[in-house]
């Protein structure tokens, strides 16, 4: 399963173009039909994932346990980024 990260939207819709009638992207298609697959949103290269704060809250706190972090100083992603600048 984890070969349909390297599909593009694309090169689906150019074979069936009629799955992105109810799907957006290729996340929502794929977890529409194979729904039990514990798919990760954020390998899919989709255009504006990564601007959605949500999205790099989660990503972050999925690196904080893969790395054992367990006290995290910051509060927002803007301070994040403001303590990163100084």
């Known amino acids: 399963m984890?070969?349909?990260?390297?599909?593009?939207r694309n090169q689906v819709k150019?074979?069936?173009?009629?799955?992105?009638?109810?799907?957006?992207?290729?996340?929502?298609?794929?977890?529409?039909?194979?729904?039990?697959?514990?798919?990760?949103?954020?390998?899919?290269?989709?255009?504006?994932?990564?601007?959605d704060e949500t999205n790099m809250l989660a990503a972050l706190e999925k690196a904080e346990k893969q790395l054992g972090i367990d006290k995290v100083r910051a509060t927002s992603l803007n301070t994040i980024y403001t303590e990163l600048l100084v």
């Not at 109810?22 to 390998?43: C, F, I």
């Open 2 to 8: 984890s070969d349909w990260y390297s599909v593009s």
């Open 14 to 51: 150019s074979q069936a173009r009629g799955l992105f009638r109810h799907h957006n992207t290729m996340g929502e298609l794929l977890q529409a039909v194979y729904p039990d697959y514990p798919w990760d949103l954020s390998k899919f290269h989709m255009h504006g994932y990564w601007e």
